[in-house]
């Protein structure tokens, strides 16, 4: 387990939660499918906030959603070492700030933002909670990606704010061009971004609250290609002096992965994706963060989530890196799953 005031890297992947419409409901669905067990929750002001324990650990939060028209879905949240630093950024690269940066008591300070193909992401800045208390074991946080149609928008927007050195799937380290040109156009779909993650912050301050020991789609693309990686605590900022490097639009793949600032472009640092959605998906998909969580056995994992009411949406799929599916739960959140144990 990792330690609880560790710091993650900056743009680490270091908290995840979702908004549910029936908490209970989705309390009984994760408890069963990942062995959570839950703490107390917060006031039903602050959205029943719940955090999910796997082992003791901190592992994921859970809340009750205040309003029908925002989205049932997943959030992650990357570690900004200055919330408000990282908030200027997100403008600065084409981005929009949905929440501006709040503090949560002494535990660290929040914001929402959107990215420039209009997925929307978190930023946490440590105060006395890092985020994940436990990482890549079955049951807990794994693997995120972006899915977007904005390629070249994207890929120089995560370079800009979180530093992220990138690289082509299954392309090796020193092999990248450089970055791209970042572009300034807002996103047609911004506004249906920004709603859908209207009161995240809210749900996210209930953190405090609820735990009495703080004291303030071609979704599966890197899986085939890449592999899977985890931003856990110890992962180095600056493990190598060989910065990642980056790509530049014409050389861009349809997976591109990240690893933090300052860390060689290999696999064993990666701590995040972008993929594509392509013409195979419906026009009306919007551009997303797929979160995934670790299981002992992804065809085991499936037959639960449609035994609790949910489905499958891609896989099961044998990958060099494990066995992977796409799921929904029982209110319609996405997810991923992932079998690392199978990988060849």
Known sequence: MADPGAAFAEGTPCWTDAMLPDLEAGKRFYGELFGWTYGDPAPPARGSYTVARLDGGRAAG??????????????VYFAASDAWAAAERVRAAGGQLVTEP???GTAGTVATAVDPGGAAFGLWQRGTLAGFEVTRRPGSYVWTEVCTREKAAVDAFYA???GFGMYPAGRGAGEAAEAPERERTAPE??????AGTAG?????AAV??????????????VLREAGEGAGAPDTPSD???ETAPDVSPDAASDVMVWVPAGAPADDAYAVGSRTMIDDTYPVEMPAHFLVYFAVADCDAAVRTTVRLGGRTVEGPRDTPFGRYAVLMDNQGAR???LDTSTAS
């Open 62 to 75: 859970l809340s009750h959603k205040p309003d029908g028209r925002l989205p049932t879905a997943w959030t």
């Open 102 to 104: 709040a503090p949560v």
């Open 160 to 162: 800009e704010v979180f």
């Open 189 to 194: 779909d911004a506004a249906a971004a920004t």
């Open 200 to 204: 995240t912050a809210e749900t996210v």
């Open 208 to 221: 405090e609250v609820a735990e009495a020991e703080i004291p303030g789609e071609p979704e599966d693309a």
């Open 239 to 241: 493990a190598s002096p």
């Open 335 to 337: 997810f991923g799953v």
